[in-house]
């Protein structure tokens, strides 16, 4: 008879309402501390982690046997007891009774991934596996923590979703970062982009939308900061000012942040993340135009000149020592989509916005305010080489009822780097897709 027939099957996270009683965990063996005469495998179930306690003289030899020849990631099934102990990591442990080894990973097939340091490359092909590790588990909660805030911002201010096409029949965001596929009969579609021209007519339908997707770019950026699938929420606004648009990124973000230090604040402990310096992301943020930033870039040694976009360097530049994001608004239309409406102040620059993050992380939102003057549009779709008739329907938003719209373009993994505090945004999606990586 199996002696844990009828234990109550808990996760770890539940592990505090079960003190004092007998339950069964489902898991995998994390590592193993032994001797002799007692062993400690730690058990992970996607939950979290407890120690378990395993004493020889209290178990069958059998039993003590098969935990003392537990081999790394091994499934399996634990029974035992849970009781408070403030020295484990959780707060719980449990004392083993019964295990079932549902697999037991074989010495000569060991897991790969062990305590020891691995190389990048080698973890990025093992991701299948690294995602098992702590810090990858915590930075896979908060990804899922930001996603839920920003669902929620939108759904609780007045926002639509509308979900927006991945083929699409012309380009968003400039032709040099298309992803052309074979569509049927010699057709060809791209990848998305941005869902942002879907979006604008959506707005004019629903007064506030938003779209939230994968976005594809060919962008040959071999950094820290690009991917060529990345996710991308976008709000969109009937009646908005660029304005509108810098108020409402900043409230997301502030949102976003409290979200994740509300609820995910173990994760951002595991992450060793310097937590207050995201308790310092409050609204205000400073807000500063190009001209501006192109001052300061010089003032601390740039050789950037006027009509030039930032480079990372630049970006790095201008928020090392902010504490909060910055905000810097009105380029140059020379470096800006063909959609941005002009300053009717100063035409040569265009009502765009991007939200800088702090501590050097860059750009994580790009948006303003659209052009919806019909012949301004179409002289601007001519001005960047685009066809106008593959934006007809576009066009056709400033012929039946236009008016001032706007939005942005947050990066999901982009603002997950930044919030974890990670080198690299490859860590900040489960399977990262990059230049010279599709795999596994
Ligand atoms: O500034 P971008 O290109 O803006 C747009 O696509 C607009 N159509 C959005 C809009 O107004 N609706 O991209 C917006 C954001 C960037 O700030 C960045 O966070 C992210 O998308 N992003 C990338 N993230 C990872 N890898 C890349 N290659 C990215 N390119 C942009
Ligand atoms: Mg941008």
């Known amino acids: 008879m199996n002696p844990s027939a009828g234990v109550p099957r808990i996760t770890i996270a539940e592990a505090e309402r079960y003190t004092g009683q007998s339950v069964r965990i489902a898991g995998w063996l994390y590592n193993l501390r032994k001797s002799g ?18 004493v020889k003289s209290a178990l069958p030899e059998e039993t003590f046997n098969a935990i003392r020849n537990l081999t790394q990631e091994s499934s399996i099934i634990v029974s035992g007891k849970i009781r408070a102990e403030q020295r484990a990591p959780g707060g719980f442990e449990m004392d083993l009774e019964d295990i079932e080894v549902v697999q037991r990973v074989p010495e000569e097939h060991p897991y790969p991934i062990t305590p020891k340091e691995h190389g990048i490359e080698f973890l990025m092909d093992h991701r299948h596996l690294w995602l098992r590790s702590r810090r990858q588990h ?32 012309a380009a968003c965001e400039g032709t040099t970062t298309l992803f052309e596929v074979d569509y049927f009969e010699d057709e060809k579609v791209y990848l998305t982009q941005s869902g942002q021209l879907y979006n604008e007519a959506a707005a004019m339908a629903l007064g506030k939308v938003y779209c939230f997707g994968p976005t594809f770019r060919a962008e040959k950026s071999k950094t820290r900061r690009h991917l060529t699938e990345f996710w991308m929420v976008e709000p969109e606004m009937a009646y908005a000012t660029l304005e509108d648009v810098k108020n409402l990124a900043e409230a997301l973000v502030v ?21 207050a310096k995201l308790e310092r992301i409050q609204a205000p943020f400073p807000r500063i135009s190009y001209g501006q930033a192109i001052d300061i870039l010089k003032s601390k040694g740039s050789e950037i000149e006027w009509g030039a976009d930032f480079g990372n360097t630049d970006e790095t530049i201008l928020t090392e020592d902010q504490q909060r994001p910055l ?15 002009p300053d009717s102040e100063h035409p040569e620059v265009v009502l765009g916005v991007d939200v800088l993050a702090p501590e050097g992380y860059g750009e994580i939102i790009g948006g303003g305010q659209r052009i919806h003057n019909l012949d301004l549009l179409v002289e601007r779709l001519k001005a960047h080489n685009l066809p106008p008739e593959a934006f007809d329907w576009y066009l056709d938003l400033r012929r039946y ?8 373009g947050m990066g999901v993994e982009r603002c997950v780097a930044w919030i974890c505090g990670l080198e690299h945004v490859r860590e900040t999606i489960g399977f990262p897709r990059m230049l010279y990586r599709t795999r596994p």
């Not at 005469?37 to 395993?54: M, N, S, Y």
């Not at 926002?159 to 029949?169: K, Y």
């Not at 173990?266 to 937590?275: G, M, T």
């Open 138 to 169: 915590a930075i896979l909660k908060v990804r899922h923590e930001v996603i839920k805030a920003i669902r929620n911002f939108f759904d609780s201010n007045g926002f639509t979703l509308v979900d927006t096409p991945i083929f699409t029949p």
């Open 255 to 275: 949102f976003v942040v409290g979200r994740v230090l509300e609820n995910r604040r173990q994760e951002l402990e595991v992450l060793e993340r310097d937590i």
């Open 401 to 408: 009822g236009t008016v001032p719209h706007g939005g942005f």
């Open 327 to 341: 905000m810097v608004d009105r380029f140059p239309a020379g470096i800006k989509a063909f959609y941005f409406e």
């Open 37 to 54: 005469k007692i062993a400690f495998p730690l058990l992970r179930d996607g939950t979290g982690i407890i120690q378990c306690v395993a």
